[in-house]
């Protein structure tokens, strides 16, 4: 079938690659419809390696996909043929400890797409567990489902922080994962999100989704922060930058007794300030990618709480997937998620 394959870093071709694939009786087979480009499938492009992950041997990019049922396992009874659908693209182990905890996101021997050496989604068909295989509703489109995964990890975020009716949050970072972060603290109850960044044209878009922005080169953020709180400080802070200077000033902004989510992944080992963290009580969370939140995501977007079609800036036919990372790779300010079609 037709991928689009890195054969090493910096080398992308769209070519013919066999993979073996066997329908399990929990299986289905997918037609991949759009796929959605993620800063991880950007990193392995240029550097060919994140962290302990190395490709040493060509690896099919995409793990954000929606598509169709084309085969079904016998065992597979929530889904059928024709049926769009998005999917998970972590294939833990179901019987692990993490997973038999619910942790299944943690599992150590977790196969995630396109993490070296598993394969990813950007190719004609895959085949997947059902369990991890969700039914899109009717009005929520393939490109909006290609967007559930990243729109995963904010969720995830926002269960992690226990978001209470009121809540004042800010997140710091406006790319897609600070986006979809503050899309969710909105739709959980927050009453007031405030988002900080660098780059103005992020911001406006932030602006126009309902999120108070700051942009931090023109003004202060704890002021900022300040002001909206009447001095009291955010509830919630979601660091969604993994920036090492917004990661050691994360506690300044923070409320007596607030939370902060750790979301954003800094590349090397940076410090925290524990006193800061300590005068204020303040409660640490981590998230690592998502755990059971694809219905919830799903039922969001159904219902009109959550419209994540603002954030889809750019689009490619497969044919074009390495211009598509080319673009990626040096987008346009403005540009927030690509996709590509198959
Ligand atoms: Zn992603």
Redesign the pocket.
């Known amino acids: 079938m037709k991928a689009l394959v890195l054969e090493k870093a910096k080398q992308l071709t769209l070519r013919d690659i066999r993979i073996e694939e066997h329908l399990g009786i929990g299986d289905v087979r997918v037609k991949i419809h759009t796929v959605g480009i993620?800063g991880?499938d950007v990193h392995y492009y240029q550097h060919g390696e994140i962290g302990p992950f190395v490709v040493k041997q060509p690896m099919v990019l995409g793990?954000?996909a929606s598509g169709t049922i084309i085969e079904v396992g016998k065992g597979v009874k929530h889904l059928k043929v024709g049926d769009r659908v998005c999917m998970e693209p972590g294939l833990p182990n179901p019987n692990s400890r993490a997973s038999r905890l619910g942790m299944y996101n943690l599992d150590p021997a977790i196969r995630f797409w396109a993490t070296p050496p598993v394969h990813g989604c950007l190719r004609e068909t895959l085949v997947h567990s059902g369990m991890l295989v969700f039914k899109l509703p009717e009005n929520v489109g393939f490109d909006e489902g290609a967007l559930v995964?990243?729109f995963a990890v904010g969720l995830h975020a926002a269960r992690k922080a226990q978001i209470k009716p009121g809540d004042i949050a800010l997140v710091i970072g406006a790319g897609t994962i600070g986006m979809v972060t503050a899309m969710a603290a909105i739709a959980a109850g927050c009453s007031k999100v405030l988002i900080a960044d660098i780059v103005q044209e992020k911001l406006d878009l932030a602006s126009r989704m309902g999120m108070m922005a700051v942009n931090v080169t023109r003004e202060s953020l704890n002021e900022r922060v300040s002001s909206v709180t009447n001095g009291w400080g955010a509830d919630i802070v979601f660091e969604a930058s993994g920036s090492e200077a917004a990661v050691l000033e994360v506690f300044e902004t923070l409320c007596p007794g607030g939370r902060v989510v750790f979301i954003g992944m800094p590349m090397h080992p940076v410090p925290i300030d524990i006193v800061s963290a300590q005068v204020k009580e303040a409660r640490i969370e981590t998230i690592f990618r998502y755990a059971h939140v694809y219905p919830r995501a799903l039922s969001l977007m159904e219902s009109g709480k959550v419209n994540l079609k603002p954030l889809m800036t750019d689009k490619y036919k497969f044919e074009e997937s390495v211009a598509a990372f080319a673009y990626a790779a040096n987008p346009k300010p403005s540009s927030v998620k690509i996709l590509i079609e198959l």
């Open positions: 993620c991880s793990h954000e995964e990243p």
